[in-house]
């Protein structure tokens, strides 16, 4: 009889092995009770036997131990006690009782007994008894009665087998004879099978391996089992199959099912049958996509967009994440969401590219990049001016520059002059720009420029900038308070550049030799008064300096006599006696006055608006007295080239003689007097101060 147990399972249901599995112990015969005299085989199985291994044998009776040591795995016995063995790789086994009996009758039953094994329980009877009838008892009751030796054959034991078995003769002298009693218990030859899938989350399209596991007990290892799998209560390939394993080449979706397995032994009808195994065939996510919500590549600053990371197919849970220039942002575990959504408020770092990412286990699959343009709002701009040298001058070149630090590009630039428009320019990179001036005097005032992104315009504080207009040729004019310019007569004279800023410096000159300097902070002219002397007929001129370069006037002729007005009698006296010695040339004089005279008399020089004082103190009048009637011209200066015309005129004046000359008024110059030019001119605006123009500070 082969041994009933020779090696411990690989497999057992917790997935483990056990470290060191036991020794264990088989009879030939499979019995415990034996006559006396009678010899018992024991085998010692252990894992990884070799034949040629030493075995230990430990013998115990009656509180006495004895050991032994046999070369194989085999010992013959005929002492009664218990036995335990050892081998190599394997802890010591349980224990093993031996009897060997006196007694006449003895019941023959195995020490162990499993489920489904064939069990044979046999009355032996003592060669040298003899005994008539013969009964095999379970639990005290008969159940087999027999003259000759009873054997009881149970085919397949289970667990209606168990009780206390023995048996009863009878002498021929009707003496009744019981044999020892044994128990019968009936053990599990192994548990319930589980389930096991390989892998536990099987890919689609990737194989799927099921293993029925369950574990002999040691002493049975050598029974064959049977073993057949379940979907869904249909069944897997070709019903029952000796291996534990069933390979499944390919799954997927569809085969998301419920699993079981049964295992039972070859010689049993029936089996033991798993628990269900739920098997989930996991989808690797496909490659997600990421969207944005509201749609479009552009979003302004402060606002806030959603970006869905949605993936079309895969099996949860779900594992997204979303990156920001390969960055990682956020992550979130999706259990049963086919889209993440991910809320972003915008800043202006959060331009760029983004994509985001899946993962069920199986590696992440990445998105497309997307792109978001986060549009800054423009910053109030900066208007700068710049000269190319410390004063801004007509005719200079100024730079007007506008930036804004802050805004997205491209920025659209307006640059305004007393809020009209000048120019615009566009910064496609987002810096700012420049426009050249070149300048002229209607150029001061008041300049902003403008900055615009599509997302709302900004204006620049207001610059004050003032132009520097160079004077122009300054007019000369010498005035006196009465008819003539003799000795001892207080003359006024007056220089006005009818062009340039304030303040202006005036210098009056006498032939080239500075006579006096004055300076006007508000503009217009500048006047002094000069008490004349014999030495001061001769050129007189003027000069106009603003710092941008200095004028001279035209020269201004006067001649000072040394008579005065009341000394006209002199004079009269003189004449006199010149038309007593030439009557004819002074009667001829004389007619030749008259005509004037009527003529000059009917045409007033000026309208009836026009007073004397007026031309007096505009327009001053130059006599000379000679001792003849003459026409002399009085001049003004009439042309003030480019400044616009006060008043000006050229005045002719008819003198007879000396006396007529110390008896005119100023009233009465109408009357010998006759205007040549006259023109009247418009007060001009008044100009900028010079201004120091920083090159390239900021105007706020």
Request: one cysteine or more.
């Amino acid at each position: 009889m082969l041994p009933w147990v020779s090696l411990l399972v690989l497999a057992p249901i917790s997935g483990q092995l056990e470290a060191t599995p036991k020794s264990v112990i088989s009879l030939r015969p499979p019995w415990t009770v034996v006559f006396k005299g009678e010899k018992v085989t024991l085998t010692c199985n252990g894992f990884h036997l070799r034949t040629s291994q030493k075995t230990t044998w430990h013998r115990e009776h009656h509180g006495r131990k004895e050991l032994h040591e046999t070369l194989g795995n085999t010992l013959e016995v005929q002492e009664p006690g218990e036995y335990r063995c050892q081998v190599q790789g394997s802890l010591l086994s349980s224990r093993v009782a031996l009897l060997f009996s006196q007694a006449l009758l003895i019941l023959g039953a195995p020490f162990a007994v499993f489920e489904g094994d064939p069990v044979v329980l046999q009355c032996r009877v003592k060669r040298e008894a003899a005994l008539e009838t013969l009964h095999l008892h379970k639990n005290g009751k008969p159940m087999y009665t027999s003259g000759k030796i009873p054997d009881v054959y149970i085919p397949h034991a289970s667990l209606k087998d168990n009780g206390a078995y023995h048996c009863t003769g009878v002498k021929k002298d009707d003496s009744p004879v019981s044999s020892n009693t044994v128990k019968i218990q009936v053990q599990e030859l192994f548990p319930q099978p589980v389930l096991k899938a390989s892998p536990s989350w099987p890919t689609e399209g990737g194989p799927l391996t099921l293993t029925c596991q369950t574990q002999l007990a040691p002493q049975r290892s050598d029974v064959q089992l049977w073993f057949r799998f379940f979907r869904d209560g249909q069944t897997l390939g070709s019903r029952w199959s000796n291996s534990p394993e069933f390979q499944i080449t390919a799954v997927w979706s569809r085969d998301s099912r419920s699993y079981w397995c049964q295992a039972k032994r070859v010689t049993s009808r029936a089996g033991k049958t798993s628990q269900e195994l739920q098997i989930n065939v996991k989808i690797p996510v496909s490659q997600p996509v990421l969207t944005l919500s509201p749609p479009g590549a552009q979003a302004a600053e402060g606002e806030v967009v959603t970006l869905h990371c949605k993936v079309p197919r895969g099996s949860f849970p779900i594992t997204y994440q979303l990156y920001h220039e390969g960055v990682p942002l956020k992550k979130e575990e999706g259990s049963a969401q086919r889209a993440m959504p991910f809320r972003l408020p915008l800043t202006a770092e959060r331009s760029g590219h983004y994509f985001c990412s899946a993962d069920n286990g199986f590696g992440p699959r990445c998105s497309e990049a997307v792109g978001l343009s986060v549009i800054v709002p423009v910053s109030r701009p900066v208007l700068t001016l710049g000269a190319p040298g410390a004063q801004a001058a007509v005719g200079d070149v100024v730079e007007l520059r506008c930036e804004a630090h802050r805004g997205s590009p491209p920025i659209l630039y307006r640059f305004y002059h007393e809020d009209v428009a000048l120019e615009s320019s566009s910064a496609p990179l987002g810096r700012g720009v420049s426009i050249n001036l070149s300048l002229t005097a209607e150029h001061s005032g008041n300049y902003s420029c403008e900055a615009d992104n599509v997302l709302g315009a900004q204006r620049s504080e207001v610059v004050t900038f003032c132009v520097i207009v160079p004077v122009s040729r300054p007019v000369l004019t010498l005035g006196a308070p009465g008819a003539q310019a003799a000795v001892g007569d207080v003359l006024e004279l007056r220089c006005e550049a009818q062009r340039g800023s304030p303040p202006i410096l005036y210098r009056f000159y006498h032939e080239g030799v500075a006579l006096e300097s004055s300076s006007t902070p508000s503009g217009g002219g500048a006047s002094f008064n000069l008490s004349l002397t014999a030495d001061h007929s001769g050129n007189f001129s003027c000069e106009a300096d603003n710092g941008l370069g200095s004028q001279r006037s035209e020269a201004v002729p006067l001649k000072v006599t040394g008579l005065t007005a009341n000394r006209s009698g002199l004079t009269a006296t003189g004449v006199a006696g010149g038309l007593v010695s030439l009557a004819g040339l002074a009667a001829l004089a004389l007619v030749s006055y008259c005509r004037l005279s009527g003529k000059a008399g009917g045409r007033p020089t000026s309208g009836p608006s026009r007073s004397s004082s007026d031309s007096n103190s505009q327009e001053p009048t130059y006599h000379n007295v000679p001792g003849w009637v003459e026409m002399q011209p009085v001049y003004s200066n009439v042309n003030p080239q480019q400044g616009e015309v006060i008043y000006s005129e050229v005045r002719g004046i008819q003198k007879k003689n000396s006396h007529a000359a110390a008896s005119s008024a100023p009233g009465l110059q109408s009357k010998d007097s006759s205007v040549i030019y006259a023109q009247v001119k418009r007060a001009s605006a008044p100009a900028c101060r010079p201004q120091l123009l920083a090159s390239s500070a900021p105007h706020r």
